[in-house]
């Protein structure tokens, strides 16, 4: 079975630009996660979907950062403009209700 | 929200030596605890589970210790190998369905 899926795997752009991460979650999952990883705050919770549907986006920094999920099998994490504070690992992972979230490998951004 | 740390950031251990990773969390409402490992270039991956109305919970070669108590967790690792070096988050869910992760401590197996 594959695990749940992102792109790119690495991703290294100039502050101002726009960048947009992947995730396809597992099949017949209904919620899914988007997470940010850095040494200095560890892994933080940015947003999360129930049946495609955001339930709590309290965790996103600014409004330079969205999140859509149009589709149960596929969501976006988009943010513009990039600042070189961004640079992190972003999972994402999924779940179904109530039950334990499997990751996927991430992407890691930098931005210089 | 709800805040999970860990004691010890580090542990070094032997192979074969029996491992011991530790968890506070503060919400005592918290009815579901998850411990995860993390290997370098990857994703966290799920090890074991435990919910509030246990106290113990064995997996293949790690136990899971909840006391509700001092809201303390506890991950045991028995004979500990050199595949087993990783950081290990505990995390606490929420309410809704969120998880919050603790800081997460590296372990070091010595062969």
């Known amino acids: 079975d594959a695990g749940v899926i992102q792109s790119p795997r690495h991703e290294v752009t100039e502050m101002g630009q726009e960048v947009t991460l992947r995730c396809k979650p597992i099949?017949?999952?209904?919620?899914l996660f988007w997470y940010r990883q850095t040494m200095m705050r560890g892994l933080e919770l940015l947003i999360y979907f129930n049946n495609n549907v955001p339930i709590d986006d309290s965790g996103m920094p600014e409004d330079r950062f969205s999140a859509k999920m149009p589709n149960a099998s596929f969501s976006t994490l988009k943010i513009q403009p990039s600042e070189p504070r961004d640079s992190a690992v972003y999972f994402c992972?999924?779940?179904?209700?109530?039950?334990?979230?499997?990751f996927g490998d991430g992407t890691r951004l930098s931005i210089l | 929200g709800e805040s999970v740390g860990l004691h010890l950031p580090t542990l070094s251990v032997q192979e074969g030596d029996n491992s011991i990773i530790n968890c506070a969390y503060s919400?005592?409402?918290?009815?579901?605890f998850i411990w995860y490992k993390q290997e370098s270039g990857k994703g966290p991956q799920f090890i074991i589970d435990?919910?509030?109305?246990?106290d113990k919970r064995q997996g293949q070669r790690v136990t899971v210790l909840l006391n509700k108590t001092v809201k303390h967790l506890s991950l045991q690792i028995a004979a500990t190998q050199p595949g087993d070096s990783a950081v290990y988050f505990c995390?606490?869910?929420?309410?809704?369905?969120?998880?919050?992760f603790g800081t997460g401590t590296s372990l070091t197996v010595i062969p």
């Open positions: 919400n005592s409402a918290s009815d579901y």
């Open positions: 995390a606490e869910r929420g309410t809704g369905n969120q998880f919050y």
């Open positions: 099949s017949g999952h209904n919620s």
């Open positions: 435990i919910r509030s109305n246990m």
């Open positions: 992972a999924s779940s179904q209700t109530g039950q334990p979230q499997h």
